[in-house]
């Protein structure tokens, strides 16, 4: 019975995207911030509140083809940011198997094997050559 209902309430509206996501996210971090107390915590207990809401009304909306143009421009400004962590999280999982290089002439981003002892490294972008200690 209730789910039927809650099936039925959310059918057509947009849901949690992920710039609901972030400004959920974001109303954790200042509900932390507001335990700080006096006239801070309660800007932040504010902003709380704000982005709660604001969380919930672009869930519940009924209007998805424009919170998805939001999301859209949302996905397309923090492209940039998004695939930094992305590459520094893979990195970071690949540390013990591999040594990361940066190309001197290009800076492009080379892997290598880790245990190789001292080996010459050609970037496959540009070519050039350069040693270095696995």
């Given at each position: 019975?209730?789910?039927?209902f809650?099936?039925?309430?959310?059918?057509?509206?947009?849901?949690?995207?992920?710039?609901a996501?972030?400004?959920?996210?974001?109303?954790?971090?200042?509900?932390?911030?507001?335990?700080?107390?006096?006239?801070?915590?309660a800007?932040?207990?504010?902003?709380?509140?704000?982005?709660?809401?604001?969380?919930?009304?672009?869930?519940?909306?009924?209007?998805?083809?424009?919170?998805?143009?939001?999301n859209?421009?949302?996905l397309?400004?923090t492209?940039?940011?998004r695939?930094?962590?992305?590459?520094?999280?893979?990195?970071?999982?690949?540390?013990?198997?591999?040594?990361?290089?940066?190309?001197?002439?290009?800076h492009?981003?080379?892997?290598?094997?880790?245990?190789?002892?001292?080996?010459?490294?050609?970037?496959?972008?540009?070519?050039n050559?350069?040693?270095?200690?696995?």
């Open positions: 019975m209730i789910r039927r809650l099936y039925n309430f959310f059918r057509g509206r947009n849901g949690f995207d992920q710039l996501m972030v400004f959920w996210a974001a109303s954790l971090a200042f509900l932390l911030l507001s335990l700080l107390g006096g006239t801070v915590g800007v932040f207990y504010a902003l709380t509140i704000a982005s709660m809401v604001y969380a919930w009304f672009r869930a519940l909306s009924r209007n998805v083809g424009r919170r998805a143009q939001e859209a421009r949302f397309s400004a492209a940039g940011i695939r930094r962590a992305r590459n520094l999280k893979t990195r970071f999982s690949q540390r013990k198997d591999f040594k990361f290089f940066t190309c001197p002439t290009c492009t981003l080379l892997r290598v094997p880790r245990g190789k002892g001292k080996i010459q490294i050609t970037c496959r972008k540009c070519g050559r350069f040693s270095g200690k696995t």
